[in-house]
């Protein structure tokens, strides 16, 4: 007679069991981690986008306008004004950290310009965007 060496469903629902419980302890903290993470990522593109547009600003006089946007760092505007001694001052125009566009005003309502990102929801005018005046 030959003996059958496999689990029995009992063992096999216990190793189950104990698995999900340890997804239940483990899943929530890592995912806290990784809003945490984009959160910060975030505000350090924010805080190289401003630094850019500072650097912009010292040899243009002006900041980007609204039409001209972000790209205006990365390429050199056409649109008035044209910058006089505009350079590179960025590769690549980046992205928050879910993967969306920032949004940049320029002139803002009581700043020279309002540059956020929409948050996590992704949706702009909610609690939870991230402004550049907002971090330090």
């Known amino acids: 007679m030959k003996k059958n060496k496999g689990f029995t469903l009992l063992e096999l629902l216990v190793v189950i069991v104990i698995l999900a419980l340890l997804a239940a302890i483990v899943v929530p903290k890592l995912t806290g981690r990784v809003d945490e993470a984009k959160i910060e ?4 593109q924010l805080k190289e986008l401003k630094r850019a547009l500072e650097m912009y600003k010292l040899d243009n006089g002006t900041y980007p306008t609204t039409e001209q946007g972000l790209k205006a760092l990365v390429e050199k505007p056409t649109s008035p004004p044209e910058p006089k001694k505009w350079r590179k001052y960025l590769d690549s125009i980046p992205k928050d950290g879910w993967g969306n566009d920032f949004v940049y005003i320029s002139p803002a309502e009581d700043k020279p310009y309002e540059l956020k990102s929409k948050g996590p929801d992704g949706e ?8 550049v005046w907002d971090i330090q």
Do not use: V, Y
Not at 124 to 131: K, R
């Open 41 to 44: 990522t975030t505000k350090i």
């Open 124 to 131: 702009l005018g909610t609690e939870d965007d991230i402004s």
